[in-house]
């Protein structure tokens, strides 16, 4: 059962009018409200998502250090040239160094402009000179629809070790030196990261083109940190990723035959490190969801590779990236364009919770986290629930008990209540029959009932 046909069941038994796209757009918050209130307070065990992380060990490398600046100079600094993935596995790490007077400076590497350019996110206040820094990505950033951590392992070891799960608290109490490489042992939470959003879309104009169809296009912008430097790929290998922000106000353009749209935002100071990217919808076109601007090149070529989809933070005013999309109403009508289009992921967005190891990697490794996930929103009617397709009804009861419970009826909101429990019932003795071993988390008796006592056969003397 698909959104369209939970739109229908619903639409059914309410004065449902399919015209009026507000009325749909109400309906669709209240499903996805729904869904969520249901899976979020259960470990279901479709809800279980077992994904694989890469995770760096500590490293150094040497820059030229400038007293007041926030600029560093290097040879060779790692960073990709490709316009379409742009980006540097040092983007966001933590930077260490001790001057020549011997003061020690921390800092976080925002961006790597290229092989000889870095930015720090504050101006270094030390003595110039060049000195070897050391490089720590320690917190591992996990996907945003990850509500909770069900068990970390380590796969570099023959069987997999499972890792105990440690607190703040615990860390601090045992003294456990912070610094230490070597085998994964245990894991603990912290304090995460969360993308600030921009206010409003920016740097958008309207410009000519010629045969693209009578469109509204609606635009949003989100800022991005890091999009060569996650430890888990949200989006497909071919395209950008990154950790995203909200997105913006809407910007809305009613475009003629003549007109469509591009895209160039502005610069920004290199120490917020915030990249762009756009987003957009398209009604007539039945684009709901929305989907990523990329760049493509028209036949007098820009200088801009086919595909490039995000600015980096100091786009200049004078030959910057301009991203030029094809916005017909014809192109974006067709399912070749919908196949490879790129969605933005609701439940990806903005915040996003961190582990740390301990003893932290010694070397680049994968691995293994076993998380419960937010379910994805539901906009296009094609979309379909986390739900299980037997269960799936149980969204609609629980959206029409709160449909009920709104228009002030809490006689039919009981009526669906006890409708939407049967179903509940049923999926839980189908997913939630006994305990899952994947919800224990690491711990020192984790695993004991379920390997053979060592201790011998148990009687009771009296």
């Known amino acids: 059962m698909n959104l369209g046909q939970l739109i229908d069941f619903v639409g059914n038994l309410l004065d449902y009018d399919p015209t009026n796209s507000t009325y749909r757009a109400q309906l669709v918050?209240?499903?996805?409200?729904a869904q969520v209130r249901m899976l979020t307070d259960r470990p279901w065990d479709f809800s279980i998502r077992d994904r694989k992380l890469k995770v760096h060990t500590d490293t150094t490398f040497s820059f030229t250090f400038t007293n007041g600046s926030d600029q560093l100079a290097g040879v060779g600094i790692p960073v990709s040239t490709d316009q379409v993935l742009p980006g540097s596995g040092f983007g966001m790490a933590r930077l260490e160094v001790t001057d020549s007077a011997g003061g020690l400076h921390k800092h976080v590497l925002m961006w790597v402009k290229n092989a000889t350019t870095a930015f720090l996110d504050r101006p270094f206040r030390g003595v110039t000179g060049t000195y070897t820094a050391g490089i720590k990505r320690r917190d591992i950033f996990l996907p945003s629809d990850c509500m909770q951590v069900q068990n970390v392992s380590d796969p570099s070891v023959g069987i997999p070790a499972k890792a105990l799960f440690l607190?703040?608290?615990?860390?601090?109490?045992?003294?456990?030196?912070?610094?230490?490489?070597?085998?994964?042992?245990?894991?603990?939470?912290?304090?995460?990261?969360?993308?600030?959003?921009?206010?409003?879309?920016?740097?958008?104009?309207?410009?000519?083109?010629?045969?693209?169809?009578?469109?509204?296009?609606?635009v949003y912008m989100v800022n991005v940190m890091g999009p060569n430097s996650t430890n888990y790929a949200v989006y497909p290998k071919d395209v950008s990723d990154g950790w995203?922000?909200?997105?913006?106000?809407?910007?809305?353009?009613?475009?003629?035959?003549?007109?469509?749209?591009?895209?160039?935002?502005?610069?920004?100071?290199?120490?917020?490190?915030?990249w762009r990217r756009y987003y957009f919808t398209c009604p007539e076109a039945n684009i709901l969801a929305p989907v990523r601007i990329r760049h493509v090149d028209p036949e007098v070529s820009t200088g801009v590779a086919t595909g490039t989809d995000t600015c980096p933070p100091d786009n200049p005013s004078s030959g910057g990236l301009v991203l030029l999309p094809n916005l017909s109403l014809t192109h974006l009508s067709t399912q070749g364009f919908q196949a490879s289009a790129v969605r933005y992921r609701w439940n990806q967005s903005a915040a996003y919770q961190s582990i740390q190891l301990y003893p932290h990697v010694s070397g680049d490794q994968d691995l293994n986290v076993r998380m419960l996930i937010n379910p994805a929103r539901l906009q296009e009617d094609q979309d379909a629930p986390l739900v299980p397709h037997a269960y799936a009804q149980v969204i609609a009861y629980a959206a029409l008990e709160s449909l009920s419970l709104k228009v002030d009826n809490p006689a039919l909101s009981a009526v669906y209540a006890r409708k939407k429990d049967v179903i509940y019932k049923g999926m839980e003795q189908a997913y939630l029959k006994a305990v899952p071993r994947r919800i224990i988390k690491g711990n020192p008796t984790a695993g004991y009932r379920f390997v053979r006592n060592p201790f011998g056969k148990l009687t009771f003397t009296p």
């Open 29 to 33: 918050n209240i499903l996805n409200d």
């Open 167 to 218: 607190s703040q608290w615990e860390l601090e109490d045992t003294n456990l030196d912070p610094d230490l490489l070597g085998t994964i042992e245990a894991y603990l939470p912290t304090s995460g990261r969360v993308i600030p959003a921009p206010n409003t879309a920016r740097g958008i104009s309207v410009v000519s083109g010629s045969s693209q169809g009578v469109r509204t296009v609606n």
């Open 244 to 274: 995203e922000s909200a997105f913006s106000k809407v910007a809305t353009y009613s475009l003629s035959d003549s007109q469509t749209l591009s895209f160039k935002p502005e610069p920004l100071d290199p120490q917020t490190g915030l």
